[in-house]
């Protein structure tokens, strides 16, 4: 009887883990993505990349004037100068000094043109990491002022910037200021633009300037002042054109025994940055350089 009891209670248990086992459900079985293929790029003709081609070194050649002779310039005419404070293969010329006088500069070995000593040509690194180009050691430079191929304005400029020849020595002779007249007396007429109206020019129609900082009959303009402004000269009485009051012309003793022009008391000088009749590019040079009107008065 207890056997059978047994038999039937175990029968029972396994009926009810049965059912319990049927009824708890089971976990979903994990999902897999399906693999989908990465899509192929076909790549398309493409031409190369464009690389700038650069001319080499920059190159030096020779330029020439009446008043200087042969001297260097690049490759545009453009004249190229020397600092005489400068030592070998080194510049002393930065800052506000290279901002007027810009470093003539290389990315690669700089070429000699006709003329020109290749051998004498070198290179020196600035301070700021750039290539200045040299010539018999000399550092080259540009000057700011010069605006088209052959100016010469920087030439004797405070006396230690130079155009420099081929051999590599510095041309330190100024341009030669404009002649007096070939009969003796220096000719003052009468020149006119739009902007200035009627100012005093010399025979040629070139441009004479006053300087305020002279007294009467007194020239303090000389040395390295009359290298950018030459003395209008004369070798006799000065003579009155059309317009020009003869009795305002007069004369000035120079400290080297020249004689110089005067109008009204003001001693008359030329610009050297004015290449051609008609040019006022001196007019209120540093506020105290002006042309002079036919009253004898500044502009």
């Known amino acids: 009887m207890k056997t059978k009891l047994m038999l039937y209670s175990l029968t029972i248990l396994a009926l009810v883990l049965s059912a319990c086992a049927s009824a708890t459900p089971m976990p979903p079985a994990p999902t897999i993505a ?12 493409t031409s190369a990349p464009v690389v700038p081609v650069t001319g080499g070194g920059t190159a030096v050649n ?3 004037s009446a008043a200087l002779g042969s001297f260097l310039v690049d490759s545009k005419g453009m004249t190229l100068y020397i600092f005489t404070k400068d030592t070998a293969n080194t510049s002393n010329c930065s800052g506000a000094c290279a901002n007027n006088w810009p470093p003539l500069l290389t990315k690669g070995a700089p070429t000699a043109g006709t003329g020109v000593t290749a051998s004498l040509l070198g290179t020196l690194t600035r301070a ?3 290539v200045q180009v040299t010539y018999n050691s000399m550092p080259l430079y540009y000057f700011v002022a010069d605006k088209a191929a052959g100016d010469t304005k920087g030439q004797a400029v ?28 220096a000719m003052v007429n009468l020149g006119q633009n739009a902007t200035l109206g009627s100012f005093l020019v010399d025979s040629k129609g070139m441009t004479l300037y006053l300087f305020t900082k002279d007294t009467p009959n007194t020239s303090n303009c000389s040395g390295g002042c009359a290298s950018y402004w030459p003395p209008l000269l004369t070798t006799g009485a000065p003579v009155a054109g059309t317009g020009v009051t003869a009795s305002m012309l007069g004369t000035t003793k120079r400290a080297d025994g020249s004689m110089q022009v005067t109008y ?3 001693p008359l000088y030329y610009y050297i940055s004015d290449k051609a009749a ?10 105290v350089w002006f042309v002079i009107t036919p009253a004898g008065m500044q502009k």
């Open 158 to 185: 405070k006396s230690v910037w130079y155009v420099l020849d081929a051999s590599g020595k510095a041309i330190t002779t100024a341009p030669a200021a404009p002649a007096a007249s070939s009969s003796g007396g």
């Open 264 to 266: 009204n008391g003001w």
């Open 128 to 130: 700021d990491g750039s």
């Open 34 to 45: 399906p693999v989908v293929p990465a899509p192929v790029i076909v790549p398309t003709a």
């Open 278 to 287: 008609g040019d006022t590019t001196g007019e209120n040079v540093q506020g």
């Open 62 to 64: 020779v330029g020439q």
